[in-house]
């Protein structure tokens, strides 16, 4: 049967009645336990079109725990573009990856299992685009490890899985409106031999309180002995860079850092960055051209006045990506649609700049 995006929403609305009433049952019945569908976990592949365009995804899902299902998104043809949804939710044959609203450039899933196959759709942005995918085998390895940090189930560390006795870090303070792109930046570090570890912001209170907090994550981080603990760093965007600023005045000093659309616009705005040229700390400073949350030539401007012009610090613009750094999608001249693309050189760039300090 065609697949129709109106029948899988009443169904998925059925879906979310049934894991609550099939909760309460499974409590008092070991026999639903025992029936319990195992989760779609594997490698799952295939293409979408928008006006005649093909673009093949591959989707992994995977099962850390007993009865969690994690996801994540890539395409083969744009190998530094991936997301990692912030729900996997799946009731069968119904599967469901959600991203977080506060997100840019985000991209959700709605499908029905059927067999080896997903069917469904793909929402990215405001584009949609229905989908075939088939099951190709078992997901991906995932390229690091997670490890908890000092004991704390909720800090994550992500190692490279590689040889390398020490590694350089980064801890990448999110927000929820930043959450998924953290979350993004810290995979490609740590599958490209740079540590990771997210850290919520959600609970640390203003930078005179934050600022500390985050110094002591950066303090345990460099007694952890897989990291080198002269190269640990921060990374940080909108206004959570003014958060850096503040853990940056604390000891210990972090080796670098990596801003994405720290707001500058006025001298006062500015001032707060002035730290990291006093401390001698390197700044990578980067901002979207098409970012409107900013002033971005102004903020460049008075950003690089603040820093100082020191030979590892940089502050440039990266003309026409979103805050996400991504270019948009768009027709081209020739009627063509041309799909979102990694904006050029900034990942490359990026992990070429940490490496180095």
């Known amino acids: 049967m065609p697949f129709s995006r109106t029948r899988y929403s009443a169904a998925w609305r059925v879906a979310v009645v049934g894991v609550g009433l099939g909760a309460v049952a499974c409590s008092s019945n070991p026999d639903a336990e025992k029936a ?16 005649g365009t093909e673009l093949r995804v591959a989707l992994e899902l995977r099962e850390p725990q007993p009865g969690q299902l994690q996801a994540e998104i890539s395409f083969p043809q744009l190998p530094e573009l991936t997301f990692v949804p912030s729900q996997a939710l799946y009731q069968a044959p119904q599967l469901r990856l959600v991203s977080s609203p506060e997100s840019a450039g985000s991209v959700s899933v709605q499908a029905v299992r059927e067999g080896d196959f ?23 390895p995932l390229g690091f490890r997670e490890q908890a940090l000092g004991g704390s189930s909720e800090l994550r560390l992500l190692l490279p899985d590689d040889t390398l006795p020490r590694h350089r870090a980064l801890v990448l303070l999110a927000s929820p409106a930043t959450a998924s792109a953290a979350a993004q930046r810290a995979r490609y570090l740590a599958r490209h031999g740079v540590a990771a570890l997210v850290l919520p912001t959600a609970s640390l209170g203003p930078d005179s309180v934050g600022g500390p907090a985050v110094a002591a994550v950066l ?29 940056a005045a604390q000891r210990p000093r972090p080796a670098f850092a990596v801003l994405e659309g720290a707001p500058a616009d006025t001298r006062t705005e500015a001032e707060p960055y002035a730290i990291f040229n006093r401390l001698r700390i390197p700044v990578l400073a980067l901002y979207a051209g098409l970012d409107t949350t900013v002033l971005t030539r102004e903020s460049t401007r008075r950003l690089r006045a603040a820093l100082g012009y020191r030979p590892a610090t940089q502050v440039r613009i990266v003309p026409q990506v979103t805050p996400d750094f991504v270019q948009p999608g768009r027709t081209r001249a020739d009627g063509q649609w041309e799909w979102p693309q990694p904006a050029a050189g900034y990942w490359s760039g990026m992990l070429e700049w940490v490496q180095r300090r």
Request: charge should be positive; avoid cysteine; hydrophobic fraction near 40%.
């Open 219 to 247: 303090a345990r981080l460099r007694r952890h002995p897989s990291l080198d603990s002269g190269k640990v760093g921060y990374w940080g965007r909108g206004s959570i860079t003014r958060l850096l600023a503040a853990a």
């Open 36 to 51: 319990a569908v195992p989760l779609p976990t594997g490698h799952y592949e295939g293409p979408i079109t928008y006006q």
């Open 118 to 140: 997903l069917r469904g759709v793909l929402s990215w942005d405001s584009l949609q685009a229905d989908f075939v995918w088939v099951r190709r085998g078992q997901a991906a």
